[in-house]
């Protein structure tokens, strides 16, 4: 296991040295770019007067509530379609063509709406959140084993009692799976929005190092922003191998 | 009053059929898959249904249980016309392993009839018991279905039928994927619940020796459309035994006119 | 009184009222004023409507821009004017190996600016409208100015319009050379940036704005003639080092907002087609 | 039964035309302020006129140009990529890790780097559009590869097939229906990735046709491009489907 | 030289067995589920073997197969050890389904196994078309397994393991899973196929009557670990017939015996 992170780091670590030393041979002079040593330092010193703890705050604040909504909203849409075959065929042409809508393009709108500050970037992150969690939990009701479904009717479980104990249980990996999907597209989305517009987190960090001609602060960020989602990643992987790993699951009747 | 006096009618003296088909036709996909099947099953009666691959008999199955409708002729239960499931019929499915909860222990699964009856929650638990015990899982109450062996399984889904209490059981190829010996003693047990409970049953099968062993009465279905094109009362003496019965010579006799049938039917 | 939020990009051009803020001299009108640095100026209407800032600092086009869109907007107060100065960190910079002579060398190039229709842009292309050139033999991009050395060294554009601090430092870091200081040849002494408020906000709060107003009268001052502390006060904004700072001027503040001013650019603008209504400037500024 | 499907669309169409009626009521009681809410009306005839003058159709071929080769390229180097991490277990050891870093990293926070290193070039919006739209399609070449049925290895054994044998004629074809999901995701965010760039770099197409709108404060043009990319969106994800429905004529559930 | 004498030594006069296990032992995962199998099958006999389920059937096959090393002793085919799969044994797996290429129609599939033999593609579609023919699928070149039925598809896969031209066909219950009709006509299949190619075969199956009415021979495994526990020759006539070969009393009395043997095991 150790061995095997050892050999994991090489290859990053090999990057860096070849980055390093070939930003010293050619005596690289850039706004943009910065050998890793002074990375490293300016990643140090953002640590230090805890700016970059604040700023990480914030993001995932908004990441996460917007997760939240977004999933709620995209889970209720999604098991709905999902479950009615009728509404699934009307609904096709208008979330495909809502679907595909870059929640950037609507970031000029939701300023005007909703100001800088939290609610507009958790509006945009729970937008973009909706669709793939719509997308995946229609697949995943439509996958349902019909079987299953035609247990609960044979013993006539009341609708409500189908959807809590049949449809939820049995769609519950996969939608985790679109969970796990949402909460990257929720960071990556807030950051986005954070370097876009607004004067929040760890993208109006990014761009306060950038105007400030500071890109060795710049890329601190960015390594920071790849080691939280690096995290996230690994601690949503290890909770849906505790939660699903066998085929038994949570939802227990009993 | 018509109809009363109609049905009177068309069982004069014997005792009402619990399952009746009238008639019944169903089209699928503009297919007719079913067509002009009259039959009626006696209460606690053992009927089973053989037929080749692809002539409709769990589609008949599915008629019986509620889970389609005719398009045209009727199926009753009890004399009532049937709408919808019922929760007095009970269904076997022949892919145990799909029609059980996987994340929910034996208990559970046998659990959600009890659920779906409006058992007070007090009351489960002994009874979750009774029933794990009667199909020879006692032990077994907190395993998941994964962990469990398909004749395992297979059983799990029995207590779970049994649980609806159900007048009639609708058992599909329920041994199918099973290995012969589990099998052989999955057959037993099935025959030993049911003459303790006293329901009907409906049993398909493309096993004609199963059929055979277990069967009041045979049904063997002509295919494209499914109708009847055999039907053997099957009169070997009860309890019966998986290798003596096997070998008696009725058993023999049989097996040979369904066996002519089926291979008639497959040219 | 609630504070006050006044938004500005990072830049010198709010100087005024950082410096009032640091020297207490809002306070001492009894205002409450804080800065909130936004990214992108074109930004500033929109954050204004919204209430997220109360007083922002809009260029000349994001502010005449949104108010032919239909936003209800309304200058307040001046902050910046073009100034020999000024005028004179602004310029077009060319990579090695493109020679501009005259204007019409730029034709069939591709150059750079931080802002397609921004004040930059607009500038160049009234210089060479000016100078008998048609804009459109050339090629614009969008270049933000983090971004311009690398783009100038790998060659991505021929020229970029900027100005100070990059135009030394590219200069220093021998990328090229000053192809064209359009801005001293323009020598305009327009707004650069002028503080905006809501109409709806403005009415309700005139009192504030006369003590805002006032008080960028006395930093102005400041801003104008004490260069120690103005940088000290925009390094601490902008968190550029302060060496940098230092080593360019601040723009010349000038609090007080005439309405020729505001003509000029909408003359300029619409020529260049990027108005479509006829905008009333008496209606734009704030009595 | 080809007539249902069509009735079906058709029905589809005629609720995407209730909600675009719904939105022009909200314009016209002016629920919002038309300045940030046009109605379906001023948006359209935006639209038309961005075509007439001919402006649009420049934009949106260069949104299209950016969206096809960023997925192309993607898709190439995410099958590649994904073929020697599924099939190698030194690669998976080394390699992955790496990328799981790389994967979370926002592409608009790529973009100022990659300006650094490739310049403001059509070759830096290639490296960013496929930098982000390649996760789908690698991961999808790796979990298909990972899935493929262990029985169809051993037939391959028992033939003694080679290596590269059992890639092309095994692996691959096996793999191809989480392929192609991996692409038709990818094609979604290549799309997405095209704006995102065309707005923080600059690049022409109608991504950087919305900004231009958003700065000018016009909303109906605003609306005509954000119009314009979910139809885009919808075409190309219509005709993806196709295509994987033809290349995967032979799974049951296409028929 | 001395391993030379000692295999001499052992089958003297007799002519040498095709596959050999000799004292083969397999352990996997710590357990052991082979322990000290000595076995020896002749060029073209039929060998079948039956066991409880779990017993290690499959896993003698694979080791005969080469899919699996013994832990200690030695698989032996034609006097060479076992050291990998090989081309001249062929496998027909138990679930048909997943062994074939479900992106390949039915010729595409016999074409993989005439493609790893180095067949010119000229010379293909000749071979596949007689092979096709052989197992009575000549007008289905063009389908996708999908398109098959289960029966169909079994078929297929024993077309692709035909094109290996292979000296022994191992198979693993390939019938398990169909019904009993189609089952009994590809047993038939199987025994004319067979007799026409003259190759050995090992036939897994936890049937009973279709052990003894396909084989020469019946070994019945022990489980836990898997060695042989019974070991019947069949002395049935061939060609034979599925109800008449039945029906005779060394039938019934070897199903008798094997029986016996499982019901003993299974406790
Ligand atoms: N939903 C459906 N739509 C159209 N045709 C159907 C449908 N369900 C079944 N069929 C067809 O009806 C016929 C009978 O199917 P059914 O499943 O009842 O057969 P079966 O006798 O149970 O066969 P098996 O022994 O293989 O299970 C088949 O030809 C099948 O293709
Ligand atoms: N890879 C493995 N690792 C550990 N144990 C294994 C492995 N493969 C099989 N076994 C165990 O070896 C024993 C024999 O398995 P095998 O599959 O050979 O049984 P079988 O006789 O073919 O049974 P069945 O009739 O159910 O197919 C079983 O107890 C099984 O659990
Ligand atoms: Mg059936
Ligand atoms: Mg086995």
Redesign the interface.
């Known amino acids: 296991m150790t061995g095997?992170?050892a050999?994991?780091?090489?290859?990053?670590l090999a990057v860096l040295v070849a980055f390093e030393v070939w930003v010293r041979a050619t005596h690289l002079?850039?706004?943009?770019?910065a050998p890793p040593s002074e990375i490293v330092m300016a990643l140090f010193g953002a640590f230090t007067d805890l700016s970059i703890l604040a700023a990480t705050r914030d993001t995932l604040f908004s990441a996460f509530a917007g997760l939240a909504i977004g999933t709620v909203i995209g889970l209720a849409l999604g098991i709905a379609i999902g479950i009615s075959d009728t509404l699934n065929?009307?609904?096709?042409?208008?979330v495909?063509?809502?679907?595909?809508?870059?929640?950037?393009?609507?970031?000029?709108?939701a300023?005007?709406?909703?100001?800088?500050?939290y609610r507009m970037e958790i509006v945009i992150v729970a937008f973009a959140c909706v669709w793939p969690v719509l997308i995946l939990s229609r697949a995943a009701v439509r996958s349902i084993?019909p079987?299953?479904m035609?247990?609960a009717?044979?013993?006539?479980?009341p609708p409500a009692?189908r959807v809590w104990?049949?449809i939820i249980?049995?769609a519950?990996p996969r939608i985790f799976v679109a969970f796990r999907l949402s909460a990257?597209i929720a960071?990556?989305?807030a950051?986005?929005v954070e370097?876009?517009?607004n004067?929040l987190g760890l993208?109006?960090g990014?761009?306060?190092?950038?105007?400030?001609?500071?890109?060795d602060l710049?890329?601190a960020?960015?390594v920071w922003?790849?080691?939280?989602?690096?995290a996230?990643?690994i601690l949503l992987t290890v909770a849906q191998q505790r939660l699903f790993g066998?085929?038994?699951?949570?939802?227990?009747?009993? | 009053m018509a109809s009363a006096a109609k049905r009177l009618e068309t069982v004069p003296g014997t005792p009402a059929p619990q399952i009746r088909f009238d008639e019944v036709t169903l089209q699928l996909g503009g297919k007719t898959i079913i067509e002009n099947l009259s039959l009626g099953v006696q209460p606690g009666e053992f009927l089973c249904i053989v037929g080749a691959s692809g002539c409709g008999k769990t589609t008949a199955l599915r008629l019986a249980a509620g889970l389609y409708q005719p398009t045209s002729g009727k199926v009753n239960f009890d004399g009532q016309p049937m709408r919808e499931p019922r929760r007095e019929i009970a269904i076997v499915f022949q892919d145990y392993g799909k029609a059980l909860l996987p994340w929910r222990t034996a208990a559970g699964n046998v659990s959600l009839a009890l659920e779906a009856g409006g058992m007070p929650s007090a009351e489960r638990p002994a009874r979750i018991e009774e029933l794990l015990r009667t199909v020879g899982l006692p032990g077994h109450a907190g395993k998941y279905p994964s962990e469990m062996s398909g004749g395992m399984q297979q059983r799990l889904q029995i207590a779970r039928c049994l649980a609806q209490e159900p007048k009639t059981l609708l058992m599909d190829e329920p041994f199918g994927a099973l290995d012969a010996m589990t099998r052989q003693g999955l057959q037993d047990e099935v025959l030993t619940l049911v003459a303790a409970s006293g329901a009907t049953v409906i049993f398909v099968t493309h096993d004609l020796d199963e059929a055979i062993y277990l069967g009041d009465r045979v049904i063997g279905l002509l295919p494209h459309p499914g109708r009847i094109g055999i039907e053997l009362s099957v009169n070997l003496p009860r309890p019966r035994e998986q290798l003596s019965t096997r070998e008696q010579p009725e058993f023999l006799r049989l097996r040979r006119q369904l066996f002519d049938f089926i291979k008639a039917t497959e040219q | 009184q609630a504070k006050i939020q006044v938004g500005c990009t990072a830049t010198s051009d709010c100087a005024s009222a950082i410096v009032a803020i640091d020297e207490g001299i809002f306070k001492k009108h009894g205002l409450e004023v804080e800065m909130t640095p936004i990214g992108i100026n074109s930004n500033i209407p929109a954050a204004i409507l919204s209430n997220s800032i109360q007083i922002g600092g809009p260029t000349s086009t994001v502010f005449l821009q949104a108010a032919d869109g239909g936003l209800d907007l309304v200058a307040v107060a001046g902050a910046t004017v073009m100034s020999p100065v000024s005028n004179g960190n602004i310029t077009a910079f060319v990579r090695n190996g493109i020679t501009i002579k005259e204007p019409k060398d730029f034709v069939g190039k591709k150059v750079g600016a931080p802002g397609l229709n921004a004040f930059l842009h607009v500038l160049f292309v009234k210089w060479l409208v000016e100078k008998g050139v048609d804009p459109k033999g050339v090629n614009f991009v969008e270049v933000t100015f983090p971004t311009m050395a690398d783009i100038i060294k790998s060659g991505g554009v021929d020229a970029v319009l900027t100005a100070e601090p990059f135009v030394t430092r590219m200069t220093n870091a021998g990328l090229g050379s000053v192809g064209a200081r359009y801005a001293v040849e323009l020598a305009r002494t327009d707004p650069i940036i002028f503080y905006a408020a809501s109409r709806e906000w403005a009415d309700k709060n005139a009192a504030a704005i006369k003590k805002f107003r006032d008080a960028l009268a006395e930093s102005a001052v400041i801003v104008n003639n004490d260069r120690e502390k103005a940088s000290a006060s925009i390094a601490k904004f902008t968190k550029q080092p302060i060496e940098v700072v230092k080593a360019t001027p601040p723009n010349r503040s000038e609090p007080v907002l005439k309405l020729e001013q505001l003509a000029w650019w909408i003359e300029v603008m619409s020529t260049q087609k990027m108005l479509q209504s006829k905008l009333d400037t008496s209606k734009l500024v704030l009595k | 039964m080809n007539r249902t499907v069509i009735l079906w669309r058709v029905a589809s169409f005629a609720v995407a035309a209730g909600f675009i009626a719904l939105w022009q009521l909200i314009a016209n009681l002016k629920l919002v302020s038309p300045v940030f809410l046009p109605g379906p009306d001023r948006a359209w005839a935006s639209l038309v006129r961005g075509f007439s003058t001919g402006d649009l159709w420049s934009k949106l071929a260069g949104t299209l140009e950016h969206m096809a080769y960023g997925w192309l390229a993607a898709s190439i180097a995410g099958i590649a990529i994904g073929a020697i991490i599924g099939s190698s277990r030194t690669m998976r050891i080394y390699v992955a890790p790496s990328l799981e870093f790389l994967r979370p990293l926002p592409v608009s926070a790529i973009i100022p780097v990659a300006i650094a290193m490739l310049g403001l070039t059509q070759a830096m919006a290639l490296f960013v559009i496929a930098f982000g739209a390649i996760w789908p399609i690698m991961l999808a070449t790796i979990h298909g590869f990972a899935a493929v049925e262990p029985r169809l290895y051993e037939v391959a054994r028992s033939l003694q097939m080679s290596r590269l044998a059992v890639i092309f004629k095994i692996a691959l074809p096996s793999a191809s229906p989480d392929i192609l999901a991996g692409m038709r995701l990818s094609l979604t965010v290549a799309l997405i990735l095209s704006v995102v760039c065309e707005i923080l770099a600059g690049l022409d197409g109608l991504g950087h046709w919305v900004l231009l709108s958003a700065r000018a404060f016009r909303s109906a043009d605003l609306f005509a491009g954000v119009i314009l990319l979910g139809v885009t969106g919808y075409v190309t994800s219509v005709a993806m489907s196709l295509a994987e429905h033809r290349l995967l004529a032979w799974q049951a559930s296409q028929r």
């Open positions: 095997n992170s050999k994991a780091l090489a290859l990053p002079q850039s706004d943009s770019l065929r009307l609904m096709e042409v208008t495909e063509a809502i679907r595909p809508i870059p929640s950037i393009a609507l970031l000029p709108i300023l005007i709406a909703l100001g800088f500050g084993e079987r299953l035609e247990v009717r044979a013993l006539r479980l009692q104990k049949i249980p049995a519950l990257g960071l990556i989305v950051v986005t370097i876009a517009i004067p993208g109006a990014i761009m306060l190092a950038q105007q400030a001609l500071r890109p710049m890329l960020y960015l922003i790849g080691i939280i989602g690096y996230l990643n066998r085929a038994a699951l949570s939802g227990d009747g009993q």
